[in-house]
């Protein structure tokens, strides 16, 4: 456990050990959020990247995506739309 001092104008430094588990450094930003009636310190980041991974779930079934040779096989099917799409515009 690491203790730190709240200064007058309610700011905290944080170790950098914890800033390195959190993996943030200077210029990231981190939430408190509260759970089971505990505040807890996490990056910013990873809650967003969090809620994007909730918000994909289920895609890759409903779009038959059984491995990574279907996901590089439809990168590669989204590139040749976009690029018949760019030629078809352009003639």
């Known amino acids: 456990m690491t203790n730190v001092m709240i200064s007058e104008n309610r700011q905290i430094t944080l170790p950098e050990t914890v800033c390195q588990r959190l993996g943030v450094t200077v210029g990231d930003t981190v939430s408190f959020v509260e759970e089971n009636g505990k505040i807890i310190l996490v990056s ?15 895609e890759a079934e409903r ?29």
């Not at 910013?44 to 289920?58: I, V, Y």
């Not at 439809?74 to 760019?86: G, N, P, T």
């Open 63 to 91: 779009l038959g995506l059984k491995d990574m040779d279907d996901v590089v096989a439809m990168i590669k099917d989204v590139r040749k739309e976009i690029a018949d799409e760019k030629t078809q515009n352009h003639a």
């Open 44 to 58: 910013s980041m990873m809650t967003e990247l969090h809620k994007l991974q909730n918000a994909f779930e289920g």
